[in-house]
């Protein structure tokens, strides 16, 4: 059974970094099989996709428009896990961040992570 | 990037009968090679994450009661929950993962009558 776990500050100053993990259980960063997703939610802009890394003989990247030019989602396959970065937040980041593994070829959707209420505010 | 639009916003209906929401896509998420619908559809209660129901469009996530079934193809998708239970009340999501980036709808809260 899959599952995953997130760890990371609930609060950001103005200007600065999200940073998030989410730590995997029961499968691997590095599966050919699944991409690892960044997914948030606020009242504002509802449920909104951020981005997602993979591994296929080489590991990607894919990030939302709306924030490309200030995120990074990096694997870490020493530890099973991997990260979120959001660069330069304003109070508009203000949301419930969440990591989701998809499993495109099955056509599976999760688990999720159990979400990180991240307030940006100073 | 698809949008994903639901009908309605909110629902009420009474205890034991039926309750239908509505997905639309702008554009199909029918991937040929598989003729698979990357649909998912999703209940959410206040406080949790979203808790995943149906993928593919019709396939039932294990452990979800039976009352709980979805449909369609292409860009038109219902959820039917088909004799409610108090349990059921929460806002429920359509979201499409055929395409990059993966778009969610606005939601519709169910409630009961």
């Known amino acids: 059974q899959v599952h995953l776990q997130q760890s990371g500050p609930g609060l950001v100053r103005p200007s600065q970094t999200l940073s998030l993990t989410c730590a995997i259980s029961?499968?691997?960063?590095?599966?050919?099989?699944?991409?690892w997703n960044w997914i948030r939610q606020s009242p504002s802009r509802g449920l909104e996709w951020l981005g997602k890394t993979y591994y296929r003989s080489k590991w990607s990247n894919d990030y939302a428009v709306s924030v490309k030019s200030r995120i990074t989602i990096n694997p870490d396959t020493s530890k099973n896990q991997f990260s979120l970065q959001l660069n330069s937040v304003t109070p508009e980041d203000t949301a419930v961040y969440y990591c989701?593994?998809?499993?495109w070829g099955q056509g599976h959707v999760g688990p999720w992570g159990q979400g990180t209420l991240v307030t940006v505010s100073s | 990037d698809i949008v994903m639009t639901q009908s309605p916003d909110s629902l009420a209906v009474s205890l034991g009968e039926r309750a239908t929401i509505n997905c639309k896509s702008s554009q199909s998420v029918l991937y040929s090679s598989n003729k698979k619908n990357y649909l998912a559809w999703y209940q959410q209660k206040p406080g949790q994450p979203p808790k995943l129901l149906i993928y593919w469009a019709s396939t039932r996530e294990s452990g979800v009661p039976d009352r709980f079934s979805g449909s369609g193809s292409g860009t038109d998708f219902t959820l039917t929950i088909s004799s409610l239970q108090a349990e059921d009340v929460a806002v429920y999501y359509c979201?499409?993962?055929?395409?990059?980036?993966?778009?969610f709808g606005q939601g519709t809260k169910l409630e009961i009558k």
């Open positions: 979201q499409q993962y055929y395409g990059n980036p993966q778009t």
């Open positions: 989701v593994r998809l499993n």
């Open positions: 029961g499968d691997s960063v590095s599966s050919n099989n699944a991409s």
